[in-house]
T-cell receptor
Framework: NAGVTQTPKFRVLKTGQSMTLLCAQDMNHEYMYWYRQDPGMGLRLIHYSVGEGTTAKGEVPDGYNVSRLKKQNFLLGLESAAPSQTSVYFC????????????FGPGTRLTVT | LAKTTQPISMDSYEGQEVNITCSHNNIATNDYITWYQQFPSQGPRFIIQGYKTKVTNEVASLFIPADRKSSTLSLPRVSLSDTAVYYCLVGDFNTGGFKTIFGAGTRLFVKA
């Protein structure tokens, strides 16, 4: 049982490049989330999903897109990366009946130059 | 959605009890309070959740007064490994969309 895994762990992009971050969970959770955390700050919710095939916007969705084609996977895409998107990205999942207990992945450190 | 206010940082010594208070003056009837712990370079970890009065588990206790406008996370006999950032979080039980708001967090530093 690996819990929540994220791929890749580190990435450096040039401004304007695109990439996809992959989140996978093996706990059969219905809810999945993408957050970003900037230095010295708390987490901010980017997008979330309440089930396979569904997505919704969080606090800071601009510049990101997401997809949940399979229940166990939640993808975060950056179509045209900007330096302001330099951050650590965390994925999380939770059962729908215990939404407050989220299980977080190890994070992806993204730098956009 | 409610916003929370916590102290930015706290210092303690090993073996002491640490109490971190969070203010959530605009908490709504359907809101609950959750606390998370985050170590450097790791994702947050759920510690405890409550709605009212007192909740205790193997890690911590959570005290919530009757008006629910604040809550206190109590860590008994802290050790060096409890040095971390602690987040007070208010969530909404309502259906039709779930959002999580993390406050700024309290950086706890435990000294030997």
């Amino acid at each position: 049982n690996a819990g929540v895994t994220q791929t890749p762990k580190f990435r450096v992009l040039k401004t304007g490049q695109s990439m996809t971050l992959l989140c996978a969970q093996d706990m059969n959770h219905e809810y999945m989330y993408w957050y970003r955390q900037d230095p010295g700050m708390g987490l901010r919710l980017i997008h979330y999903s309440v089930g396979e095939g569904t997505t919704a916007k969080g606090e800071v969705p601009d510049g990101y897109n997401v997809s949940r084609l399979k229940k166990q996977n939640f993808l975060l895409g950056l179509e045209s990366a900007a330096p302001s998107q330099t951050s650590v990205y965390f994925c999380a999942s939770s059962p729908h009946t215990v939404q407050y207990e989220q299980y977080f992945g190890p994070g992806t450190r993204l730098t956009v130059t | 959605l409610a916003k929370t206010t916590q102290p930015i940082s706290m210092d303690s010594y090993e073996g002491q009890e640490v109490n971190i208070t969070c203010s959530h003056n605009n908490i709504a009837t359907n809101d609950y309070i959750t606390w998370y712990q985050q170590f450097p370079s790791q994702g947050p970890r759920f510690i405890i959740q409550g709605y009212k009065t007192k909740v205790t588990n193997e890690v911590a206790s959570l005290f919530i007064p009757a008006d629910r406008k604040s809550s206190t996370l109590s860590l008994p006999r802290v050790s060096l490994s409890d040095t971390a950032v602690y987040y007070c979080l208010v969530g909404d039980f309502n259906t039709g969309g779930f959002k999580t708001i993390f406050g700024a967090g309290t950086r706890l530093f435990v000294k030997a």
